[in-house]
C-alpha cells in the first residue's frame, strides 16, 4: 500500500454500537474520571516535592526535606488505591461492550448465513469471535494505560507551570506540535494495519485452500503453482508489514520533539536561567522532574499506545463492523402489528451482487390471507432466495414485499415473533430442554398448549422416547435424527403468533405420511401456509401452485399447471420416480 493511501472510515455499525455502549455506562466512566484525579496526584506534587525537599537539603534542614518526601511516597501510595479502586469500573464498561459485540457478531453471521445459499463459514465466525476478544482487550487496555497517561501529562505540565511558567510554556507547545504530527500520522498507520490486517488473513486462507486442495494440486501437478500463490500472499503481507515498520519508527521522532527535547531546551538554558535568577538549582531540578520523570515516559507511553493499540482498535472494529447484521428499519419507522396477513410481491428484483444475473426481475405475486400455496420449480431456481425475502432475510434490489399493507422487513423490526416464520431444511435445535425449544418462540403456552401442538405435528413420539419436556436437547444430550429435528422446529413455529409460515424443504428427513400429517397441522392450524415443494403430494394437497422457470412465475392449481406447462409436468415426473418413502435432502 502506498504511503499516501487514505485511511479507511471506521465501519459505522461498530462506531455507533460503540459509542451508544459507552453511553449506556455514563455512570462507571464518571467514577473512572474521579479515580483517574486522585491517582494523577503524584504527578501533580513530585516535582513541587522534589524542589522543595531539595531546598530543605540544601538550607540543611533535612527533616523538613525528609518530611516533604515522605509526603510525596504517601501520595503515590494513595494513587496506588486509587488505581486499584478502579479496575472494577473498567470491567464494568469493557465486559457489556465485549459482550454487545458478541450478539452482533453471531447475529450478523447467523443472518448471513441464512441469505447464502452455501455452507455457514464456520471459520469466519471463529475468526469475527476472536476479533471481538482482541477488541476487549484493547479496550481495558486504552482505557487502563492511555487515560492513566493522559491524566499524568496533564497534572504534571500543571506542576511545571507552577514551578517554572515558561518551561511550562515551551514544553507544553513542543508536546502540542507532536500530537498533532502523530494526529496527521494515524490515518497511514491505520490505513497500513488494516491492509496487514486482511493480508494476514488472506494468507491464511491461501494457506488453508492450499493444504485442503494438496491431493489435487499433486494429481494434476500443480503443486508449484499451489506455493506461488501462498507465496505470493507471503511476500504481499512482508511488504506491507515492513511499510507498517516504517511508519511506526516515525513515533520515535515524535517522542524526541515532545518529550526529550524540552529537556535538552532546559539543561542548555539553565546556567542562564540560574545567573538571571529567574529559577533556583532546586526549581531547575524540580521542572527536569517533571520533564524527565513524567512527560517524557508519559508522552512515549501515549504515543506508542495510540499508535499500536489504538490503530489496532480502530481496524478490528472495522472488520467486526462488515460481519454485523445489515441494519434494519430506522427506529422511527416503528409499526403496530398487523391487522391483516396477505402477502404481496411488486415488481420484485433480486440478484446476488451488482453484476450477477438476477434470480427474479419484475416478480408480481399476491398470497392472500388464510391461502396454502407450493413454490415449485428446478433445483437452483431461487426458491430458497424467495422464501428469505418473503420472511425479510433479504433485501430486493427492487421492488416491494408487504404483509398486511406493511413491508415485510419493518414488520419483523417491530415483532419479529409476528412476522413469516421461515423453517428450512436444517433444522436447529437449541442447547436446553426440549420445553425451551418448543417453547421458545412462544414462552408463556402451557404444556397442555406444548402438548396439542406436538400431537398435531407428529412430534408426540420423539417427546415419548427422550423422556418429557425436560428431556436436555442439543450439544451434549441424546443422537438426534433429520427427522426429530424438524419436527421440533414444526412445533416450535407451529406453537408461535406467526400468521405467515413458510416451509422451505422443511419435512425433506420425514416420511410421505409424516409429512403429509405436518403439512395437515400447520393447514389446519389457520394462517398462511407457504410449502417450498419436496414431494409431489405436497403440491397435491396446496390450494395453488407457483412455479418458477426463471423467467417469472405460473400460478394455477396442481391439476392445471399439469395440462399447461411441460416443466411442470417434467417435475412431476422426475418427484413420481424418486422412491416413495426415502426422503431425498437437497439444497434449493
Not at 400455496?373 to 432475510?393: D, R
Not at 436436555?472 to 435424527?481: K, T
Request: proline residues 5%; neutral net charge.
Amino acid at each position: 500500500m502506498s504511503g499516501t493511501a487514505a485511511a479507511p472510515r471506521l465501519s459505522r455499525p461498530a462506531h455507533v454500537l460503540l459509542l451508544h455502549e459507552l453511553r449506556q455506562r455514563r455512570g462507571a466512566l464518571v467514577r473512572i474520571l474521579l479515580w483517574s484525579l486522585a491517582e494523577s496526584v503524584p504527578s501533580l506534587l513530585s516535582g513541587l516535592a522534589v524542589s522543595a525537599a531539595l531546598e530543605r537539603f540544601l538550607a540543611r534542614d533535612v527533616t523538613g526535606g525528609i518530611a516533604i518526601l515522605t509526603l510525596l511516597l504517601t501520595t503515590t501510595a494513595a494513587g496506588a488505591v486509587a488505581t486499584n479502586r478502579m479496575f472494577p469500573w473498567l470491567a464494568a464498561v469493557v465486559e457489556p461492550v465485549r459482550d454487545a459485540f458478541v450478539t452482533a457478531v453471531v447475529k450478523g453471521a447467523v443472518e448471513a448465513s441464512a441469505r447464502s445459499t452455501t455452507r455457514p463459514d464456520t471459520a469466519r465466525v471463529a475468526q469475527l469471535t476472536g476479533q471481538v476478544q482482541t477488541v476487549r482487550n484493547i479496550l481495558f487496555a486504552l482505557l487502563r494505560a492511555a487515560r492513566q497517561l493522559v491524566f499524568s501529562s496533564v497534572a504534571a505540565l500543571v506542576g511545571l507551570a507552577l514551578i517554572a511558567p515558561v518551561a511550562a510554556l515551551v514544553s507544553g507547545a513542543l508536546i502540542g506540535v507532536s500530537l498533532a504530527l502523530f494526529a496527521l500520522l494515524l490515518p497511514r498507520l491505520v490505513a497500513r494495519q488494516k491492509a496487514a490486517l486482511i493480508a494476514r488473513e488472506e494468507v491464511a486462507r491461501r494457506a488453508g485452500d492450499a493444504f485442503r486442495g494438496l491431493r489435487d494440486a499433486i494429481a494434476c501437478a500443480a503443486e508449484e503453482r499451489a506455493v506461488q500463490e501462498v507465496g505470493q500472499a507471503v511476500r504481499a503481507e512482508a511488504a506491507l508489514t515492513r511499510a507498517l515498520a516504517w511508519s511506526t519508527a516515525v513515533r520515535s521522532l515524535l517522542v524526541f520533539l515532545g518529550g526529550q527535547l524540552p529537556v535538552v531546551v532546559l539543561l542548555a538554558a539553565a546556567p542562564w536561567l540560574l545567573r538571571e535568577h529567574h529559577l533556583t538549582v532546586s526549581e531547575v531540578v524540580g521542572a527536569a522532574t517533571y520533564l524527565l520523570v513524567r512527560l517524557e515516559p508519559a508522552l512515549r507511553g501515549l504515543v506508542g499506545t495510540m499508535g499500536s493499540w489504538g490503530v489496532e482498535l480502530v481496524v478490528n472494529l472495522d472488520r467486526l463492523g462488515e460481519g454485523f447484521a445489515e441494519p434494519g428499519p430506522p427506529a422511527d419507522e416503528a409499526m403496530s402489528l398487523p391487522t391483516r396477513y396477505d402477502l404481496n410481491i411488486r415488481d420484485l428484483t433480486f440478484a446476488y451482487g451488482p453484476h450477477a444475473a438476477p434470480i427474479f426481475q419484475g416478480l408480481d405475486l399476491v398470497v392472500p390471507e388464510g391461502e396454502h400455496i407450493v413454490v415449485a420449480g428446478p433445483s437452483g431456481i431461487g426458491k430458497s432466495t424467495l422464501a428469505n425475502l418473503l420472511t425479510g432475510l433479504m433485501t430486493p434490489q427492487r421492488g416491494t414485499i408487504t404483509l398486511g399493507g406493511a413491508d415485510v422487513r419493518r414488520v419483523r423490526a417491530g415483532d419479529p415473533h409476528h412476522a413469516p416464520a421461515l423453517i428450512p431444511q436444517e433444522a436447529y435445535v437449541f442447547a436446553g430442554t426440549l420445553r425451551d425449544n418448543l417453547t421458545y418462540l412462544a414462552p408463556h403456552v402451557t404444556d397442555h398448549d406444548v402438548g396439542r401442538a406436538a400431537g398435531a405435528v407428529g412430534l408426540e413420539h420423539v417427546v415419548e422416547r427422550l423422556g418429557g419436556l425436560d428431556a436436555r436437547v442439543g450439544a451434549g444430550g441424546p443422537d438426534l435424527s433429520t427427522g426429530e429435528k424438524q419436527l421440533i422446529a414444526l412445533t416450535r413455529v407451529h406453537l408461535s403468533p406467526a400468521r405467515v409460515v413458510i416451509l422451505d424443504e422443511a419435512t425433506s428427513g420425514l416420511d410421505p405420511a409424516a409429512e403429509a400429517r405436518a403439512e395437515r397441522a400447520f393447514a389446519d392450524r389457520g394462517g398462511t401456509l407457504v410449502v417450498v415443494a419436496h414431494r409431489i403430494s405436497s403440491a397435491r394437497r396446496a390450494d395453488r401452485v407457483v412455479l418458477l422457470d426463471g423467467y417469472g412465475v405460473r400460478v394455477g392449481t396442481h391439476d392445471r399447471l399439469l395440462r399447461t406447462s411441460g416443466l411442470y409436468a417434467d417435475l412431476v415426473g422426475h418427484w413420481e420416480e424418486e422412491p416413495r418413502g426415502a426422503p431425498q435432502p437437497g439444497r434449493v
